[in-house]
Structures are given as structure tokens and as C-alpha cells.
């Protein structure tokens, strides 16, 4: 699985963030930050790549207090490598 998560430090700005894009039409869903993002609460949004960029503009002009960045997650075999874009 290749995927874009934007991530949060609370679950309920996760969440929120959550709903705001899928009443915006995106297709995401809230998934479990991989450990290896070294990220508090757990909880991320998963988007797709065609979304990033709208994705981005709404987080932005949310003001989510708790948004740590955004990650590129590859897993290869039996690893996974993270990477804030």
C-alpha cells in the first residue's frame, strides 16, 4: 500500500479533519499512523494522491492546531518507509 496521511496529534482533529473532506467529496478514511512516523495520538487521515493538493488547501484553511505534516507511506516486503512531504 502506497498512501498520503495527513497527520494529527489529537484524534479528534483527525477525525474532524476526517469529515470536513468527505463532505468535501474526497474518498479518505481515518487509519492508524504507522509507529515509524514517531506521532502522538495514533490516528491519521488517509487520502488519495489526486487529492493531496485540495486536501492540503482545506487542512490549511481549517487551522488545525494538532496537524503535524504530511507523510508518503511506501510499504516494500515486510517494511514500511515514511516520508513528510
Known amino acids: ?9 489529537s484524534r479528534t482533529q483527525a477525525l474532524d479533519c476526517t469529515a470536513r473532506l468527505q463532505k ?8 492508524s499512523t ?3 512516523a514517531n506521532v502522538g495520538c ?5 487520502l488519495n494522491e489526486s487529492d493531496f493538493l485540495r486536501a492540503k488547501r ?3 484553511a481549517a487551522g488545525y492546531s494538532a496537524f503535524a505534516g ?3 507511506v511506501q510499504r516494500c ?9
Open 1 to 9: 500500500m502506497n498512501a498520503i496521511l495527513a497527520v494529527f496529534r
Open 24 to 31: 468535501a467529496g474526497m474518498n479518505v478514511s481515518a487509519v
Open 34 to 36: 504507522p509507529r515509524e
Open 42 to 46: 495514533g490516528i491519521s487521515v488517509r
Open 58 to 60: 482545506i487542512i490549511s
Open 70 to 72: 504530511f507523510l508518503r
Open 77 to 85: 516486503g515486510g517494511s514500511v518507509f515514511v516520508r513528510y512531504i
